[in-house]
Structure formats: C-alpha cells, structure tokens
C-alpha cells in the first residue's frame, strides 16, 4: 500500500523558515515523480513544486520560486520541500503526492496523474 507521510509544518513569523518532509511508506520514491500542493483555507489546491525521480528536473510555483526549493533524498526514502521567506499568504495545508513514472515529464508544470497522496502537514505564517 502506497503512503506518503508529511511533517514539519508548524506555527512561523513572516520571514521565518520551514522545512517540510514527505516520507513514503510501502514503496520506494525511487521511480515517482513528487510534488508538494498548498491549500489555502477556501481556496482550491494548487501545485508548489515537484520533482523528477533522479532530480534532474524541478518546477515550481511563480509564487514561491526563489523562496522555496525541494529536494530529495531516496536513500531516505523522503523528499523535502525548504520554505523561506514566508508569506501569510503561504498558510495552509501542504500535501505530498507520487506518481510512478510518468509518460510526460514537464519542466514547466505538475500536472499529473497522481498514485497517492499525503494526509497533509498544517502551516501557519503569523505574527
């Protein structure tokens, strides 16, 4: 069974940092395309980031390029999005999701068909 894992979000002051984790269970990420979604409080999921199986290839968000970077470790099992500079606007839950060797690999968007999706991490930006 398929299952990813989120951690690190928390309780940070604008400007602070954060470093979220996705770690999979059941499988190795060895071979997934990954991606951290950020959903705001009523607002829609949206796609932050992602990353190809050997990392070659990372795409992100206009709203978060340069503040943000993911990586990856697969010895870890575990793919690692590094938030700075954080906005209040950057609040919500973020999810990591997997999918296995995509026909398609974008380096403009995350647009895929996705195995499985985390539970999500909670992030709050306030003063």
């Known amino acids: 069974q398929l299952q990813l894992v989120e951690s690190g979000g928390g309780l940070v002051q604008p400007g602070g940092s954060l470093r979220l984790s996705c770690a999979a269970s059941g499988f190795t990420l060895d071979y997934y395309v990954i991606a951290w979604f950020h959903q705001a409080p009523g607002k829609d999921r949206e796609g932050v980031s992602c990353i190809t199986s050997s990392g070659a290839v990372t795409v992100y968000a206009d709203s978060v390029k340069g503040r943000f970077t993911i990586s990856r470790d697969n010895a870890k099992n575990t793919v690692y999005l590094q938030m700075k500079s954080l906005k209040p606007e950057d609040s919500g839950s973020y999810y990591c999701?997997?999918?296995?060797?995509?026909?398609?690999?974008?380096?403009?968007?995350?647009?895929?068909?996705?195995?499985?999706w985390g539970q999500g991490t909670q992030v709050t930006v306030s003063s």
């Open positions: 999701a997997a999918v296995r060797d995509p026909t398609r690999i974008s380096a403009y968007d995350c647009v895929y068909d996705y195995d499985a």
